[in-house]
C-alpha cells in the first residue's frame, strides 16, 4: 500500500507569494493533520482535519489555512510568505478512533527567497 | 497547555554503547505517548508508542521505552546501539480525548550520531 504522499518535494517561493501544497493520505485514513519542521526544531502542529472539517489549529497565523477534500486528500495553503516560513512542511494521516497513530509523508521543503 | 522535552540536543555514541534518550512532557491527563526516528533524508517513522497497559513499550529495531506516569517521562533505551541508528529522535505526546487525539506535539529532537 502506498505511504501518505506529499506534492511537490521541493519548492522555491519568493517574500509576499502564495503557495499550495498537497497531501494524498494512506488509504481509509480519514484524518489528515499538517506540521512545519524548522531546521533542527521537532514538528509544529498547524492543522488537523477529519471529514473535511477543522478539529485542531496550532499557533499559526491567519495567513496559513487548508481544507479537505471529500477523497480525504488536504491542501495546505500559506499566503503572503515571509522568510521565516521556510521549513520541511509534514503531512500526516490516521484512521478513524483513538490510539491510532499518525503515519507522515516525505514532507515538502519549501524555501522563500 | 502541552508540551514535551527532550534531554540531550546532540548525542554521539560508540558502536555496542548503551543509549538512553531522556523525555518529558507537561499535561495532567491521560496522554499517548510515541517516539519517532527520522534517518537522514527520509520521513519521520513510528519506533514505538505507548497507549496503555504494561508501561515498558518495545519498538522496533531493538527499542524500549518506559513510561513513568510519576515523573510525566518516556525515556528511549536501546542496549547495544549500531551505526544504523543514526538519526534524529523524537518524542512525542497527545492528550487522550476525542476532540484532540491526533494533535500530536513533538519534543525538540535529540541528534544521535554513532561512530563505527
Known amino acids: 500500500d502506498a505511504g501518505v504522499t506529499q506534492s511537490p518535494t521541493h519548492l522555491i517561493k519568493t517574500r509576499g507569494q502564495q503557495v499550495t501544497l498537497r497531501c494524498s493520505p494512506i488509504s481509509g485514513h480519514k484524518s489528515v493533520s499538517w506540521y512545519q519542521q524548522v531546521l533542527g526544531q521537532g514538528p509544529q502542529f498547524i492543522f488537523q482535519?477529519?471529514?473535511?472539517?477543522?478539529?485542531g489549529r496550532g499557533n499559526f497565523p491567519d495567513r496559513f489555512s487548508a481544507r479537505q477534500f471529500p477523497n480525504y486528500s488536504s491542501e495546505l495553503n500559506v499566503n503572503a510568505l515571509l522568510l521565516g516560513d521556510s521549513a520541511l512542511y509534514l503531512c500526516?494521516?490516521?484512521?478513524?478512533?483513538?490510539?491510532?497513530?499518525?503515519?507522515f509523508g516525505d514532507g515538502t521543503r519549501l524555501s522563500i527567497l | 497547555a502541552q508540551s514535551v522535552s527532550q534531554h540531550n540536543h546532540h548525542v554521539i555514541l560508540s558502536e555496542a554503547a548503551s543509549l538512553e534518550l531522556g523525555c518529558n512532557y507537561s499535561?495532567?491527563?491521560?496522554?499517548?505517548l510515541f517516539w519517532y526516528v527520522q534517518y537522514p533524508g527520509q520521513h519521520l517513522q513510528l519506533l514505538l508508542k505507548?497507549?496503555?497497559?504494561?508501561?515498558l513499550v518495545k519498538g522496533i529495531k531493538g527499542f524500549e521505552a518506559e513510561f513513568i506516569k510519576s515523573k510525566f517521562s518516556f525515556n528511549l533505551r536501546k542496549p547495544s546501539v549500531q551505526w544504523s541508528d543514526t538519526a534524529e529522535y523524537f518524542c512525542?505526546?497527545?492528550?487522550?480525548?476525542?476532540?484532540?487525539?491526533?494533535?500530536?506535539?513533538f519534543g525538540p529532537g535529540t541528534s544521535l550520531s554513532v561512530i563505527p
Open positions: 505507548y497507549f496503555s497497559g504494561d508501561p
Open positions: 500526516a494521516s490516521s484512521s478513524v478512533g483513538q490510539n491510532q497513530p499518525q503515519h
Open positions: 499535561y495532567g491527563g491521560t496522554v499517548n
Open positions: 482535519y477529519y471529514e473535511k472539517e477543522e478539529r
Open positions: 512525542a505526546v497527545n492528550a487522550r480525548n476525542s476532540l484532540s487525539y491526533d494533535k500530536v506535539i
